[in-house]
């Protein structure tokens, strides 16, 4: 393979609602500030879908994630049936297609199984109403486009891209979705988790005043490499390792702190417009990403937030989002704290059979995102996720770009920048891309 860079400095120089329903169940508040709550009450959302006609849905990218949401689409409510498979990877249909029959019963044909990077096109041309999106974050914003110019209904995984320029398109595709009454729903599951919805409900009702800062992280063990085998072509070695590669996941920072900085994007009501930031790859084997990263975003208004990953064996792991107010604080998931560290309010989780909480949601976020789905197609009320999950993206890839630069970089910057991350073509062959890990400070490769 030869190798090929491309300028980061060159790119900065040219550059739902689903219906509220009442109150879910309260929470357990345990000061006097009650009195100073406004009235917002979040939505409850069913426990399963309601019954109509057969909704198929076409499966693209049958990994882990993929044969997952599957399985939550499945069980989401009746008549919902999987009609379709696509994989770039013959095994992963394989497995896929192996599982649904033996845990769900379902049987999907050969000729409903496609292979190949335009197999997307084939699902999306197939008898099916709705679009599972879950493949390699690259491909996702053509995805997207083709199966909303199809009038499909999509559920579309996180993130929405890895460069700007496909971020941009999944905002574009997003407004068509609107206008032809589509409805989209993100794999954004924390929106989709009632204990997360209660908490941002209390912050919206003023329980820990103004709010005023966030931290959020994502810190976890580092990822396998996938050794190259022999016989595998370039693109293939890539796709089976595709932990490691920037053009495939965004980095770290973008696709796994996008979980965190849509918390914050969302409890905020807004996103941040400048990012300065900072990374290192001290530890990988393989490709060409970071493996931690430590970024201060800041908002219009100068309130700030720090993110940071890192992916490093023998490290303290967490995963985390906390928002400080002017009267209190939150993990944004289920307690909120004033600054003498006493607990005010908690989310009350169902209880067991023993009568003990149960420490868990009554359904599955993973299957409430799809049941929310369903429920928006049956009903007629058209929700579209698409355009949230977009903005959280790219603020990730702001921070990231910040980190790889060594400048601040703002939201404009990410509006107008060009930049695209991969091989120009993507087929299974040689590949004109070497790994070259951004240096802070210079054009990588220089």
Request: hydrophobic share 35%; with cysteine.
């Amino acid at each position: 393979m030869k190798s090929k860079s491309h300028s980061r400095r060159e790119f900065i120089g040219s550059i739902t609602a689903l219906g509220a329903l009442g109150a879910i169940g309260a929470g357990h508040l345990l000061s006097s500030c009650n009195s100073q709550r406004r009235e917002h009450k979040p939505p409850v959302f069913p426990d399963r879908a309601p019954d109509g006609p057969v909704l198929r849905a076409g499966l693209i990218g049958c990994g882990s994630r993929g044969t997952g949401a599957a399985f939550n689409y499945l069980d989401a409510g009746p008549n919902l049936q999987i009609t379709a498979l696509a994989d770039v990877l013959p095994e992963r249909i394989d497995n896929c297609r192996k599982a649904l029959q033996e845990q769900r019963d379902v049987v999907i044909p050969d000729e409903n199984c496609f292979l190949g990077f335009d197999a997307y096109k084939q699902v999306i041309e197939s008898d099916v109403d709705i679009i599972l999106e879950a493949s390699v974050s690259k491909f996702r914003p053509k995805h997207f486009e083709a199966a909303i110019q199809a009038r499909k209904h999509v559920f579309l995984e996180k993130p929405a891209g890895v460069d700007p320029v496909g971020v941009r398109s999944v905002m574009a595709s997003g407004k068509m979705a609107e206008s032809a009454g589509l409805s989209v729903v993100a794999g954004t599951q924390r929106r989709h988790q009632r204990d997360y919805i209660h908490t941002f409900s209390m912050i919206k009702n003023g329980l820990i005043g103004d709010l005023i800062s966030a931290n959020c992280h994502w810190h976890r063990m580092a990822q396998p490499v996938t050794p190259r085998q022999e016989g595998w072509c370039d693109m293939e070695a890539m796709i089976r390792n595709r932990a490691n590669w920037i053009w495939q996941t965004g980095d770290s920072i973008v696709n796994l702190l996008v979980h965190n900085l849509d918390v914050i994007c969302w409890f905020f009501e807004k996103h941040p417009v400048r990012a300065t930031g900072f990374g290192g790859r001290h530890r990988r084997q393989s490709g060409d990403m970071y493996d931690f990263f430590s970024v201060d975003f800041a908002f219009d208004d100068e309130r700030s937030v720090h993110g940071s990953t890192r992916e490093i064996d023998g490290c303290s792991n967490k995963v985390e989002e906390i928002i400080f107010g002017t009267e209190g604080y939150t993990n944004c998931q289920n307690k909120i704290f004033n600054y003498d560290g006493r607990l005010i309010w908690e989310y009350e989780y169902p209880l067991d059979e023993d009568g003990r909480p149960t420490e868990r949601v009554a359904v599955s976020p993973y299957e409430q995102e799809i049941i929310n789905l369903i429920n928006a197609i049956r009903t007629n009320n058209p929700v579209n996720e698409s355009h949230d999950l977009a903005v959280s993206s790219l603020v990730g890839i702001m921070g990231r770009e910040s980190a790889y630069t060594g400048l601040d970089i703002t939201w404009e910057d990410m509006m107008n920048s060009d930049l695209r991350l991969g091989p120009e073509e993507f087929q299974m062959g040689p590949v004109d891309y070497e790994p070259v890990t951004p240096v802070p400070g210079r054009d990588p490769g220089i």
